[in-house]
């Protein structure tokens, strides 16, 4: 055996150890509900079905649910849905209100004002009827990031917090007359940062969320002025933030990831947090988008990322 295929083995085992470490049960879409025989945690997102299963085969683990990104002009994911119910799993839909392929272009059309407004209504109508005739159970995470600066959903004319509340409810709403009872809610800022929104400027109440939701990197190495960071750095203030709005809705990690040099030490820090922070989820982010962020590239790189396995 080579020594790259020596340092693969070791990380697909310390991997498999820490994801197998005995965190909280991973609940079903409702609020608090508790699957007793969920013993997994760690799940990701992806850019297709292939990819989910390309890290299934490089780590050796089933994930605990799937994460698909779905923009306005995406109809229903389907396909997503039913390897979900194949697998058993829950599938976690980014519901992005914009049209990626337009850019950073004026997009006021998709504005939370304009969704309140009834504009998107048929669109809402026929995802929620898909959904809800799909069964599998959905985590809906409704323009994330809302806090941040980055998303067209976060700024400018018609988006404001406000607004995106107004528009929270009025698609919550549609899915409920459509019975999607199988849909769960989830409100999911970005960790905060100078400069970042509070995030209780854009909570749409106890009981209209039933999950909720942080997004946090390991920038270090990736970003000009990032610096090496803990999980605790990362997730520990925004979730008192988060908790001081609702303390009792189930918590997960919607995104992380790091870059794979840094990877298997990135995840075993969220591991180890997760039990404290009460984190039922962890979604890898499984893209190349600013670095390879994709487990699988890591584990390829072995050599270089074995903190996994020491």
């Given at each position: 055996?080579?020594?790259?295929?020596?340092?693969?083995?070791?990380?697909?085992?310390?991997?498999?150890?820490?994801?197998?470490?005995?965190?909280?049960?991973?609940?079903?879409?409702?609020?608090?509900?508790?699957?007793?025989?969920?013993?997994?945690?760690?799940?990701?997102?992806?850019?297709?079905?292939?990819?989910?299963?390309?890290?299934?085969?490089?780590?050796?683990?089933?994930?605990?649910?799937?994460?698909?990104?779905?923009?306005?002009?995406?109809?229903?994911?389907?396909?997503?849905?039913?390897?979900?119910?194949?697998?058993?799993?829950?599938?976690?839909?980014?519901?992005?209100?914009?049209?990626?392929?337009?850019?950073?272009?004026?997009?006021?059309?998709?504005?939370?004002?304009?969704?309140?407004?009834?504009?998107?209504?048929?669109?809402?109508?026929?995802?929620?009827?898909?959904?809800?005739?799909?069964?599998?159970?959905?985590?809906?995470?409704?323009?994330?990031?809302?806090?941040?600066?980055?998303?067209?959903?976060?700024?400018?004319?018609?988006?404001?917090?406000?607004?995106?509340?107004?528009?929270?409810?009025?698609?919550?709403?549609?899915?409920?007359?459509?019975?999607?009872?199988?849909?769960?809610?989830?409100?999911?800022?970005?960790?905060?940062?100078?400069?970042?929104?509070?995030?209780?400027?854009?909570?749409?109440?106890?009981?209209?969320?039933?999950?909720?939701?942080?997004?946090?990197?390991?920038?270090?190495?990736?970003?000009?002025?990032?610096?090496?960071?803990?999980?605790?750095?990362?997730?520990?203030?925004?979730?008192?933030?988060?908790?001081?709005?609702?303390?009792?809705?189930?918590?997960?990690?919607?995104?992380?990831?790091?870059?794979?040099?840094?990877?298997?030490?990135?995840l075993a820090e969220v591991q180890r947090i997760a039990p404290s922070l009460g984190a039922r989820l962890v979604l890898w982010f499984e893209f190349d988008k600013e670095v390879d962020w994709r487990l699988a590239s890591a584990i390829a790189r072995a050599p270089a990322s074995a903190a996994l396995a020491q």
């Open positions: 055996m080579t020594e790259r295929a020596m340092a693969s083995s070791r990380w697909k085992r310390g991997l498999a150890a820490l994801i197998l470490l005995p965190l909280i049960g991973l609940p079903s879409v409702a609020r608090g509900a508790v699957d007793p025989g969920a013993t997994g945690a760690l799940g990701w997102s992806a850019p297709s079905r292939d990819q989910v299963a390309a890290t299934e085969s490089a780590t050796g683990l089933q994930p605990a649910a799937i994460g698909f990104f779905a923009d306005f002009t995406t109809e229903f994911p389907a396909a997503w849905a039913a390897e979900a119910r194949r697998r058993a799993v829950p599938l976690v839909i980014a519901w992005e209100p914009w049209d990626w392929s337009r850019g950073r272009a004026d997009q006021s059309e998709y504005s939370a004002a304009a969704i309140a407004a009834g504009r998107w209504d048929d669109h809402a109508r026929a995802f929620a009827s898909a959904a809800r005739a799909s069964g599998a159970d959905i985590l809906l995470r409704y323009a994330p990031e809302m806090n941040g600066d980055w998303n067209l959903w976060s700024q400018g004319p018609g988006d404001s917090p406000a607004e995106f509340v107004r528009a929270w409810h009025h698609l919550r709403a549609i899915f409920r007359a459509a019975g999607a009872a199988n849909v769960a809610w989830v409100f999911n800022p970005t960790v905060g940062y100078e400069g970042s929104t509070a995030m209780r400027r854009y909570w749409p109440g106890a009981a209209a969320v039933d999950w909720i939701a942080l997004d946090g990197y390991h920038w270090h190495g990736v970003l000009a002025g990032f610096a090496h960071q803990s999980a605790d750095d990362v997730f520990a203030a925004s979730l008192a933030e988060l908790r001081a709005l609702d303390a009792r809705a189930p918590f997960m990690i919607a995104e992380t990831a790091a870059r794979p040099a840094e990877a298997g030490a990135w």
